[in-house]
């Protein structure tokens, strides 16, 4: 297969990466404030995110209180009943609940 063609544009590219351009002070200035303004981005970032996990914390132990007051909320004549007879109760129930719809 024959070499690719380099494009006129990828050449003179290459020619002018090797110099090194001085900044005017402005330009300096505006560096050095985008610089800044990067910053400030990432430590709102973080505090962003600090605050999203701290919310996420408190959500899934609310979510997990909720678990576990209503299962202390289950009758006891429930909880020690095998799961076999737990299942065939609440098989009853639904064909029970679906006929009274049809």
């Not at 590219?13 to 005017?24: F, I, Q, Y």
């Not at 600090?50 to 996420?56: N, Y």
């Not at 997990?64 to 129930?93: A, G, T």
Request: net charge positive; aromatic share 4%; no cysteine.
């Amino acid at each position: 297969m024959p070499p690719k063609r380099r494009g006129k544009a990828s050449a003179a590219s290459s020619r002018t990466s090797n110099v090194k351009r001085v900044l005017t002070a402005e330009e300096h200035e505006i560096n050095q404030n985008l610089q800044l303004i990067i910053q400030d981005m990432d430590k709102g970032i973080d505090t962003l995110v600090a605050e999203l996990e701290t919310a996420a914390e408190g959500v899934g132990k609310s979510i997990m209180n909720m678990f576990m007051i209503n299962l202390i909320k289950i009758p006891l004549s429930i909880k020690n009943m095998r799961l076999d007879e737990y299942m065939e109760q609440v098989r009853l129930l639904v064909l029970r609940f679906s006929h009274q719809y049809w």
